[in-house]
T-cell receptor
């Protein structure tokens, strides 16, 4: 079972460069999420998509954009990367309505120089 | 807004002993869900245990159990017979059972658990 797949796993960027983190899930979940994890801060929600065609800002959306391409895929884009965006990024998915756990990808470590 | 607080950044336990990780939360909701996730060095987020607020009985999963005190808004995780593989960061998390925009999971800052052989 693939579950939630994120790419790339590691990326180094220079300040001002752009990049897109890709996420796909094969569990037919409606809801998808992007979190960032920083030391001492836990996981903070960047954006989420409750269902295909909808996206909403989370706690720390500045500097990011998202696209819910279809039910399976939810991408996170950094248009002009900044050192403050150096972090580990997690994509997750869950079933809507019936509250269950979030299923996470393996994380993507992004370093912005 | 809902908040989740894990006040202890680090804890240590001797192998085979029991340890309790603390978590408190703040909410005005009466129905919600609480979770403990484990993050080993591999970075993978693994669900350890889940508690529904409407259930009075504390959840248990093998060596893992919770002490859920709804009135006190406390949700602690007890690990019995600690093993070396339990060494990880543990996150407490909260979620309300609504669809749409409120379906997100709110995390505490985490606690790093080390296990001494």
């Amino acid at each position: 079972n693939a579950g939630v797949t994120q790419t790339p796993k590691f990326q180094v960027l220079k300040t001002g460069q752009s990049m897109t983190l890709q996420c796909a899930q094969d569990m037919n979940h409606n809801s998808m999420y992007w979190y960032r994890q920083d030391p001492g801060m836990g996981l903070r929600l960047i954006y989420y998509s409750a269902s295909e065609g909808t996206t909403d800002k989370g706690e720390v959306p500045n500097g990011y954009n998202v696209s819910r391409l279809n039910k399976r895929e939810f991408s996170l884009r950094l248009e002009s990367a900044a050192p403050s965006q150096t972090s580990v990024y997690f994509c997750a998915s869950s079933e809507q309505g019936e509250v269950g756990e979030l299923f996470f990808g393996e994380g993507s470590r992004l370093t912005v120089l | 807004a809902q908040t989740v607080t894990q006040s202890q950044p680090e804890m240590s336990v001797q192998e085979a002993e029991t340890v309790t990780l603390s978590c408190t939360y703040d909410t005005s909701e009466s129905d919600y869900y609480l979770f403990w996730y484990k993050q080993p060095p591999s970075r993978q987020m693994i669900l350890v245990i889940r508690q529904e607020a409407y259930k009075q009985q504390n959840a248990t999963e093998n060596r893992f159990s919770v002490n859920f005190q709804k009135a006190a808004k406390s949700f602690s995780l007890k690990i019995s017979d600690s093993q070396l593989g339990d060494a990880a960061m543990y996150f407490c998390a909260y979620r309300i059972p609504y669809t749409g925009a409120n379906s997100k999971l709110t995390f505490g800052k985490g606690i790093t658990l080390s296990v001494r052989p």
